[in-house]
């Protein structure tokens, strides 16, 4: 699971402004924001205008982009920038709506900004604001696809195993609306959960039930590396067997919806397990930037 974040954004925000700042000193940037964006963070920039008294003007303040965190470099300045952003969206939610949403009256406060975590469900509400509809519908795919869409899995269990290739596979893509979605072969995950013995590799004594389609023990499909993070790795698919780990159901759950202290251990140990597989399918990350995926 995404996390998304309101917080206030510089009120020239456009596309050609290509970060999340604010007007404080380093240290209270630092203090306030490290460890709370981090890279691949999805950040709905809530911008408050206010009038000569520094009041808030009635109706002024709203949700007016998504973007999406590249870097965390804290740069200093007359304004702060806090992360470098890669510019997904305009929006126009007025924050009547976005309280809607987010069923609270008012967002958390981190010293004197504001800020608010919000589900899935509430960041494609606030998607719904988009000013371009293929767009939005091209982001829906993109970044909120159901992983553990049963339908998805059935398609893995009923699948002919892929040919096995331990070098890179080069990215397909489907076109949609506003864009590309990466396409992925549900042979190339049946291959990985028969390599694993249909056993969840993060711990194979894990019993399930017998499949009705495979008549073996009942286990699941997942991308270690998140296949929203395709663009970080060019040329090199991340549908991969190299890639997709077999789990159980309920640690397949775990990865997706886990607080981010219990995916920590799990993340590591699958790491160190595919790390070699990894770099011959010409896929190279550290594990720092691994778990950054899974916030």
Request: glycine share 6%; with cysteine.
């Amino acid at each position: 699971m995404l996390r998304y974040w309101f917080t206030e954004n510089d009120p020239e925000v456009s596309p050609d402004k290509h970060g999340v700042w604010v007007k404080t000193n380093l240290g209270n940037a630092k203090r306030l924001f490290e460890g709370k964006i981090l890279r691949g963070h999805l950040v709905f920039i809530y911008e408050t205008r206010y009038d000569r008294d520094h009041v808030i003007k009635d109706g002024r303040s709203k949700v007016v982009a998504l973007v999406r965190v590249e870097n965390v470099p804290f740069k200093a300045g007359k304004w702060i920038l806090v992360a470098k952003t890669k510019w997904l969206a305009g929006l126009d939610c007025p924050d009547s709506a976005a309280h809607a949403i987010t069923g609270r009256k008012n967002f958390r406060k981190i010293g004197h900004f504001n800020v608010l975590e919000l589900d899935p469900t509430q960041a494609c509400r606030l998607l719904q604001y988009c000013k371009s509809r293929p767009t939005r519908d091209h982001l829906m795919d993109l970044y909120f696809p159901d992983d553990d869409d049963a339908e998805q899995q059935k398609r893995i269990q009923e699948a002919p195993p892929a040919a096995r290739h331990p070098g890179p596979r080069e990215p397909k893509f489907t076109k949609t609306k506003g864009g590309k979605k990466l396409q992925t072969d549900p042979g190339i995950a049946k291959t990985s959960l028969m390599l694993a013995g249909y056993r969840c590799e993060l711990n194979p004594s894990h019993e399930t039930f017998q499949s009705s389609v495979t008549g073996k023990n009942y286990v699941e499909a997942h991308h270690l590396i998140p296949l929203r993070a395709q663009g970080d790795f060019g040329d090199c698919s991340l549908d991969h067997e190299a890639n997709i780990i077999c789990l159980c159901p309920n640690c397949h759950r775990l990865m997706h919806h886990a607080v981010s202290l219990q995916k920590g251990p799990p993340l590591n140990r699958l790491f160190e397990m595919r790390k070699r597989d990894l770099e011959r399918a010409g896929i190279s990350l550290e594990n720092e930037v691994l778990v950054e995926y899974y916030p």
